[in-house]
């Protein structure tokens, strides 16, 4: 079995796949104050609320945008699996065509995301991350990732705007009754919901625009992250995006295929 784990900004996602078959796909807190040996106990929970057995664990792979969790999370996962993971980098195969600028300021979470999308879509693909920040990122025909589009995430909007307005509290989000809330909190939850979905249709739009003629009407709408299944149900359903919550694990299975090879054990589990 595989242990898949993608450190973000608020959370990491972590999974378990045996085979192409994610048996496990849980999120935590991204808390840079916790120590390896916590981030241990709180992998091992996890496996032990799914029935999993640490002892099947063979093999690992890590992405992280969070450079102070890397080392951290990197040393959890091996004392507790006894396997070292990959850690998605530079000099690792990912198998994807970065035509941006600078492919190194690509993030690895959006190389998990677009790699996986590649896994189970043909190009063009749009993928749709609704984690810390909103991002749009373009495969073309191709299969070329062009780049990507980068806004204030759900929650980051909405702390911002608790912070930045005095009479406006901090709140938990909740599905919007009206588009017109009758209270702050109505008021806050419609605004931040069918904002971003308002946000995520038009940056569809204006990417199949910049397309133009390379078979606008073929591309595949793909939805992940945190705050996706908040979002997504409040876009246009013309679009047709597909929630896809575990595409960054298939995507970290694909890379680890790409790089698989005979591993040690680090030490009992």
């Given at each position: 079995m595989?242990f898949?784990?993608?450190?973000?900004?608020?959370s990491?996602?972590?999974?378990?796949?045996?085979g192409d078959?994610v048996?496990?796909d849980?999120r935590v807190?991204?808390?840079?104050?916790?120590s390896a040996d916590?981030?241990e106990?709180?992998?091992?929970?996890?496996l032990?609320?799914?029935?999993?057995?640490p002892a099947?664990?063979d093999?690992?792979v890590?992405s992280?945008v969070?450079?102070?969790l890397?080392?951290?999370?990197g040393?959890?996962?091996a004392?507790?699996f006894?396997?070292?993971?990959l850690v998605v980098?530079p000099g690792?195969?990912?198998?994807?065509?970065?035509?941006t600028?600078?492919?190194t300021?690509?993030?690895?979470?959006?190389v998990?995301?677009?790699?996986?999308?590649?896994?189970i879509?043909?190009?063009p693909v749009?993928?749709l991350d609704f984690?810390?920040?909103?991002?749009?990122?373009g495969i073309?025909?191709?299969?070329?990732?062009t780049?990507?589009?980068i806004?204030?995430?759900v929650r980051?909007?909405?702390?911002?705007?608790?912070?930045?307005?005095?009479?406006?509290?901090?709140?938990?989000?909740?599905?919007?009754r009206?588009?017109?809330g009758?209270n702050t909190i109505?008021?806050m939850?419609s605004g931040?919901?069918y904002?971003h979905?308002?946000?995520a249709d038009g940056l569809?739009?204006?990417?199949?625009?910049?397309w133009?003629?390379?078979a606008?009407?073929q591309?595949?709408?793909?939805?992940t992250?945190e705050?996706?299944?908040?979002?997504?149900?409040?876009?246009?359903p013309r679009?047709?995006?597909r929630?896809v919550?575990?595409?960054?694990?298939l995507?970290?299975?694909r890379?680890?295929?790409l790089?698989?090879?005979?591993?040690t054990?680090?030490?009992?589990?």
């Open positions: 595989l898949a784990c993608c450190v973000e900004n608020s990491i996602q972590l999974g378990v796949l045996d078959r048996a496990v849980a807190a991204a808390r840079a104050d916790r916590e981030y106990v709180i992998f091992a929970g996890i032990a609320l799914h029935g999993i057995d099947r664990i093999a690992a890590l992280s969070v450079r102070p890397t080392a951290t999370v040393a959890a996962i004392r507790r006894g396997v070292k993971p980098g690792v195969k990912t198998g994807l065509d970065i035509r600028d600078v492919a300021q690509v993030g690895a979470d959006l998990a995301n677009a790699v996986g999308a590649l896994t879509a043909s190009p749009l993928v984690g810390t920040a909103t991002t749009l990122a073309d025909v191709h299969g070329l990732f780049g990507v589009a806004a204030p995430g980051t909007s909405l702390d911002a705007l608790s912070a930045k307005a005095a009479e406006l509290p901090r709140i938990g989000l909740e599905p919007p009206s588009l017109f009758r109505d008021a939850a931040t919901v904002g979905a308002a946000l569809v739009a204006r990417a199949r625009e910049e133009g003629a390379d606008p009407s591309t595949t709408l793909l939805a992250g705050w996706a299944e908040s979002i997504v149900p409040h876009c246009d679009n047709g995006i929630l919550p575990e595409l960054s694990l995507g970290l299975k890379i680890h295929d790089n698989a090879r005979p591993r054990r680090e030490g009992p589990a």
